[in-house]
Every structure is written in structure tokens, then in C-alpha cells.
């Protein structure tokens, strides 16, 4: 096995995770701590056709990936992201910032800002860059 990205002296590189994957931190999110079960419950409010099997085969394999710890000293085992939900998003967007923006924030910055920000969400970023926002 290789163990390219990865620095002697650091903490173990966790994978990025996959668009599905995201889905299950988000769920994991709102939840906390949680059985398969619970995720599907959860889940199949938003998407009716979401299968449990597909649930626990998704956490199984995040777990593998070391994506998710396990608890397993309940006859059902409880699944909790590794990564805190704040550390997993910064990470995430630091990668975008590096592969699609050439290293620049303000670039990342200026695109969401032209695309995807409304205006009641502009004027709240305008009251955290006045330093009003506390």
C-alpha cells in the first residue's frame, strides 16, 4: 500500500469523501451518534426511495475508509463522523480553493458571490465584513 499524501510527523490523511458520502455526514449531522436505522429514518424523509441497505452498506464502507468511528458495544452499532462537521468543510474547501481556483480564496469568494448568494445572505456577509457580525 502507498502512502503518497501522507507526511511523516502528521496526523492519518482521511479521504475525501464522495457526493453520497457527503449525504451521510449530513444526516450524521443533524443526528449525532446514530444506527444505521436511525440514518435511514432520517434520510428517506427527504429521498422516499433510499434503501436500508444501502444506508449500512454506505456507513460500513466509510467506516473501512476511516471516514466514520463505530461503537459496537450495542447489539446495534453507532455510527459518528471522525471529523468534526466545521474541521471536514474547511478541509473540503481548502481542496477546492487548490484545484479549481489556482490557490486563491478571494477567487473561490468572488464566484459564490456571483452565482450563489442571496441577497439577505449578502447583507449578512456585508455585517460580518463591517464587523458587525458577532
Request: hydrophobic share 40%.
Given at each position: 500500500m502507498s502512502n503518497s499524501g501522507t507526511h511523516q510527523g502528521k496526523k492519518n490523511v482521511i479521504p475525501k469523501p464522495t457526493a453520497a458520502e457527503m449525504e451521510i455526514f449530513k444526516l450524521l449531522w443533524v443526528?449525532?451518534?446514530?444506527?444505521a436505522k436511525q440514518v435511514h429514518e432520517t434520510g428517506v424523509k427527504e429521498r422516499p426511495e433510499l434503501a436500508y441497505a444501502?444506508?449500512?452498506?454506505?456507513?460500513?464502507?466509510?467506516?473501512?475508509?476511516?471516514?466514520?468511528?463505530?461503537?459496537?458495544?450495542?447489539?446495534?452499532?453507532?455510527?459518528?463522523?471522525?471529523?468534526?462537521?466545521?474541521?471536514?468543510q474547511t478541509n473540503l474547501v481548502k481542496d477546492l480553493i487548490q484545484k479549481a481556483f489556482s490557490g486563491s480564496a478571494k477567487a473561490l469568494v468572488l464566484a459564490a458571490l456571483r452565482s450563489h448568494v442571496s441577497k439577505e445572505e449578502r447583507a449578512e456577509i456585508q455585517?460580518?465584513?463591517?464587523?458587525?457580525e458577532k
Open positions: 443526528l449525532g451518534p446514530a444506527t444501502s444506508v449500512l452498506r454506505m456507513l460500513q464502507v466509510m467506516h473501512s475508509k476511516g471516514l466514520l468511528a463505530r461503537d459496537e458495544s450495542q447489539r446495534a452499532h453507532v455510527y459518528s463522523a471522525v471529523e468534526a462537521q466545521d474541521d471536514l455585517k460580518f465584513l463591517h464587523g458587525d
